[in-house]
């Protein structure tokens, strides 16, 4: 069993930048393939970033390539979402999840999430 649990977000300007925080509990942490997923007013949730748990490779959604970076900290339990030059479109809800598959963007590949952390961009 895993728990997650996001911070970070807040009400912030178009062009400012957030670091969103995601603390997992369990001891295999290390083991799990962590995502970021979004869900706007009135929109489906979609994928944003995923960090495999074996290799570390990273994958994106276009809409933020190039403006995010996630990282992990396995020592510290902790995936992270840097995103910078943010859009009011950015606005949302940004979930964490977690998975034992090795590389996964569908939501229905993840297993365990996040109550979640609000994203404001006023423009």
């Known amino acids: 069993q895993v728990q997650l649990v996001e911070s970070g977000g807040g009400l912030v300007q178009a062009g400012d930048s957030l670091r969103l925080s995601c603390v997992a509990s369990?001891?295999?942490?290390?083991?799990?393939?962590m995502a970021w997923f979004r869900q706007a007013p009135g929109k489906e949730r979609e994928f944003v970033a995923a960090?495999?748990?074996?290799?570390?490779?990273?994958d994106y959604a276009d809409s933020v390539k190039g403006r995010c970076t996630i990282s992990r900290d396995n020592a510290k339990n902790t995936v992270f979402l840097q995103m910078n030059s943010l859009k009011p479109e950015d606005t949302a809800v940004y979930y964490c999840?977690?998975?034992?598959?090795?590389?996964?963007?569908?939501?229905?590949?993840?297993?365990?999430w996040g109550q979640g952390t609000q994203v404001t961009v006023s423009s």
């Open positions: 999840a977690a998975t034992a598959r090795g590389r996964a963007s569908m939501i229905h590949q993840y297993n365990y």
């Open positions: 369990g001891r295999t942490f290390s083991t799990y393939t």
């Open positions: 960090i495999s748990w074996n290799v570390g490779s990273t």
